[in-house]
């Protein structure tokens, strides 16, 4: 059974910062890629950012320069630091576990992630 537990969601204003955290009850966390997703009111889920096992990293252009994705692997924990905040960040934002062995994806409940003045 596998549950990701999201935290680190709220309302900030343009130009703010947030970090989303991501704990994973798996049994071995290092074997698994992360990512976070979001999605806004009336889009497709699209990927933010992601980081593989060995640590390799990838962003949407979108977030490029903003966003930084890190994990631990004693915690079972990835976290999204999100920089330089805009009105159009806004969204849920999910955090998803893939095994190395498996093309399942689990995902998180999902935070809020308001950006406002």
């Known amino acids: 059974q596998v549950q990701l537990v999201e935290s680190g969601g709220g309302l900030v204003q343009p130009g703010g910062s947030l970090r989303l955290s991501c704990a994973a009850s798996?049994?071995?966390?290092?074997?698994?890629?992360m990512g976070w997703y979001r999605q806004a009111p009336e889009k497709e889920r699209e990927l933010v950012a992601a980081?593989?096992?060995?640590?390799?990293?990838n962003y949407a252009d979108s977030v490029k320069g903003r966003f930084t994705i890190s994990r631990d692997n004693a915690k079972n924990t990835v976290w999204l630091q999100m920089n330089s905040l805009k009105p159009e960040d806004t969204a849920v934002y999910y955090c998803?576990?893939?095994?190395?062995?498996?093309?399942?994806?689990?995902w998180g409940q999902g935070t809020q992630v308001t950006v406002s003045s």
């Open positions: 798996v049994s071995i966390f290092s074997r698994y890629g």
């Open positions: 980081i593989t096992s060995d640590g390799s990293t």
């Open positions: 998803s576990a893939q095994p190395t062995w498996s093309s399942v994806r689990y």
